[in-house]
């Protein structure tokens, strides 16, 4: 069999197979199929690392690159150096829309220096004041452009959100220079109330597509088909 294997070249052998029986992105049926083609280590090496290298430059048609759903910074991440008080007496809130549902990639803003760390939460759903918190993030009290990143996969479906800041010192939320306006919460006396038509805090939300469904039953099928093919014979 080792022999015999060296005849040809198992790389072209197995990537002609790959594309003539199953879909381009059954990575998991053309992972079966060099396996039952050698037993020889040294060429199931050089194949299993040709394989990885084309996982990845194939990967796009499995997932989705990252999207920026709301942006409102300047060209070089830059902002107004003036905004909205953030302190023990007031939270400040700027809502976004989710049009596609999506998984939540980052969430990007500026903050001005505080004593006291700021606590970043996004919230769901709520009209004046923020609905209910889907997590929440410590960030550094020296503030600037600061990003955090969710714990685990956070889904975003359809609809509305809310980024609040936070903080038991005394800092704030740097404006957007984009001239962009529109409504904000904040609160007064643990009251949340809105503001329309004013500069709205400096944000980006960037969320990642969800991964096809069908992406992963063509991974499963090419696996299943192999392992009956291998069987019957």
Do not use: H
């Not at 015999?4 to 790389?11: G, K, Y």
């Not at 409102?72 to 596609?100: E, R």
């Not at 919460?185 to 969320?207: A, F, H, K």
């Amino acid at each position: 069999m080792g022999n015999a294997f060296l005849r040809f070249d198992p790389w072209r052998y197995a990537l002609a197979r790959f594309f003539c029986e199953f879909r381009p992105r059954n990575f998991a049926g053309f992972f079966a199929i060099v396996k039952v083609l050698s037993a020889d280590r040294l060429q199931w090496s050089l194949i299993l690392m040709r394989f990885f290298a084309f996982a990845m430059l194939c990967g796009s048609a499995v997932f989705a690159n990252a999207t920026i759903i709301y942006d409102t910074f300047n060209t070089g991440d830059t902002y107004l150096n003036s905004g909205w008080l953030v302190d023990p007496s007031q939270s400040v809130a700027t809502p976004f829309s989710v049009s596609t549902s999506a998984n939540l990639g980052s969430i990007t803003l500026a903050l001005l220096g505080s004593s006291q760390p700021f606590t970043v939460s996004l919230a769901f759903g709520g009209s004046v004041a923020p609905g209910s918190v889907l997590e929440s993030w410590t960030v550094p009290g020296s503030g600037g452009v600061v990003t955090v990143t969710p714990t685990s996969t956070l889904n975003l479906g359809v609809g509305d959100y809310y980024v609040i800041a936070e903080t038991t010192g005394s800092g704030g939320w740097f404006l957007n220079s984009i001239g962009f306006n529109g409504p904000f919460s904040y609160t007064n006396s643990n009251v949340w109330l809105q503001s329309n038509d004013q500069p709205t805090g400096v944000m980006r939300i960037e969320t990642e597509a969800v991964p096809e469904p069908a992406s992963f039953a063509a991974l499963g099928a090419g696996a299943i088909s192999l392992l009956r093919r291998r069987r019957a014979k």
